[in-house]
């Protein structure tokens, strides 16, 4: 006995041969809303900065009763109540706007949600980048046994300081994804291109509540980590850019996504004029224009936008290009299956956007002062119009509670 285990043929894979993918996606975002012209005055720029420098229109901004647990079970909740929860195992949570240091968020949502005790739960972070690891390693699970499904929720609140270039970057959306064998969306091609290098362009120390970011240098290592992870895709057999029908960016601000791929046309080699290149992301910016940055939601907000728009031929190709300061990035593809827009409720997130209810300058500045308050107890105003909300802290406890109906 030697001890040693025979090396697996890969030949002989025991991986499952179904499809694997998004089965189901659902968009959650805040109860309020501020028109960047309100920032653009504070900060005394001309708004066109902000409209076309940026790309940018309004930000989703939460109510006090609000956070990344309830934006999280609130995009999750029709899921569930569409498919259930059998075969239901595993529920990643990604965000980078975690709420403890130790307890997943996820667990919240759990309870929240009434899942069962057998879905493991747990909470991924890399900056806007884990979503994307959230949804690579479900793939996995699904792959290695495809009756089981898993839910991927993406959540964050971006936040800078007030009067600082970040500020009209800031938003917040929440997106829950199923992700199972056979699925109705978007089938997750095995392909992947990933670039990882340790920069200093954009983090969040454990003592701070709003981020800190070198803007200049930060746009410098997206572009950067998008040739990387082109490259690694490239190498590893990947689709040619010419048989990639659309492509959806992570989007701090929707100008980001213009530059990231024109600057991946012209990397990849493409002949396409300039008007062509941006028509394949035309159709993932309209949700984001409206939400702002929600970091590692931004992407799959970009996602749903496209689905939500019917635009592709089923049988089409789009790339996603997920990137997260600090940084990493990853590109890889999908399929959109036959029947897709059957499988997509269009009216859902473009309801909840037209939902919100538009506050103030003055009202914003007091929501966000509002963040640095810390305390043992406290009790939240009755604000959300969300279906769960934030009731505040009991001895340090979060507490979270379903929104009465006579108050949504
Ligand atoms: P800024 O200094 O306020 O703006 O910072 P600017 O002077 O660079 O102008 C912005 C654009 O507006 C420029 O366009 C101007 O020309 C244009 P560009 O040259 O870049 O194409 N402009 C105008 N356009 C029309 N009419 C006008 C006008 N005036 C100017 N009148 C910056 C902008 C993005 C740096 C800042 O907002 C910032 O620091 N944001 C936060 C960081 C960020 O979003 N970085 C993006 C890449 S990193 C990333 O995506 C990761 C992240 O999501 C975090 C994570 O991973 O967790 C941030």
């Known amino acids: 006995m030697t001890g040693e285990r025979p090396v697996p043929d890969p030949e002989e894979s025991t991986l499952s041969t179904h499809p694997v993918g998004i089965h189901d996606l659902s968009v959650a975002t805040g109860s309020h809303v501020i028109g960047l012209d309100e920032i653009a005055a504070r900060h005394g720029v001309d708004p066109a ?56 968020a996820g667990v919240y949502v759990h309870r929240l949600l009434g899942l069962p005790a057998t879905v493991r739960t747990v909470e991924l972070k890399q900056a806007c980048y884990s979503g994307t690891a959230a949804l690579q390693m479900a793939a996995a699970l699904v792959a290695r046994d495809p009756a089981e499904k898993v839910l991927v929720v993406t959540s964050d609140v971006a936040r800078y300081d007030l009067d600082s ?32 290098e340790d920069v200093m362009d954009f983090w969040r120390p454990n003592h701070r509540s709003t981020a800190l970011v070198d803007g200049r240098a930060s746009i410098d290592a997206y572009l950067r980590a998008v040739s990387g992870a082109w490259a690694d895709y490239a190498e590893r057999g990947g689709a040619p850019f010419e048989d990639i029908d659309a492509f959806a960016y992570h989007q701090p601000f ?9 600057h991946l046309a012209k990397v990849a080699g493409s002949g396409l004029d300039r008007d062509a290149v941006d028509a394949q992301i035309a159709a993932t910016t309209t949700y984001n224009r409206r939400t702002g940055n929600s970091y590692t939601s931004s992407l799959y907000v970009g996602l749903a936008a496209l689905l939500d728009s019917g635009e592709l031929d089923p049988g089409s190709r789009v790339a996603l290009v997920s990137y997260g300061s600090g940084a990493v990035c990853e590109l890889f593809t999908g399929i959109v299956p036959e029947g897709y827009r059957e499988a997509t409720h269009p009216g859902a997130t473009t309801a909840a956007l037209d939902a919100r209810t538009p506050i103030s300058d003055t009202a914003y500045l007091e929501l966000h002062a509002a963040h640095d308050v810390v305390v043992a107890d406290l009790v939240t105003p009755h604000r959300t119009t969300g279906p769960f909300r934030y009731a505040g802290l009991d001895g340090h406890r979060r507490q979270y509670e379903r929104n009465e109906p006579a108050t949504r």
């Open 254 to 262: 929707t100008r980001m996504a213009t530059k990231a791929h024109r």
């Open 49 to 104: 900065k902000y409209h076309v420098g940026l790309g940018q229109d309004e930000m989703s901004v939460l109510a006090p009763d609000e956070d990344v647990v309830t934006l999280a079970a609130a995009a999750a909740l029709p899921v569930v109540e569409r498919h259930g929860t059998q075969g239901l195992r595993t529920l990643l949570f990604a965000t980078e706007s975690g709420i403890d240091q130790s307890k997943s």
């Open 165 to 196: 270039s970040g500020e009209p970057t800031q938003g917040a959306a929440a997106v829950a994804m199923l992700v199972t064998a056979d699925p109705a969306l978007l089938e997750i091609e095995p392909v992947t291109g990933v670039h990882t």
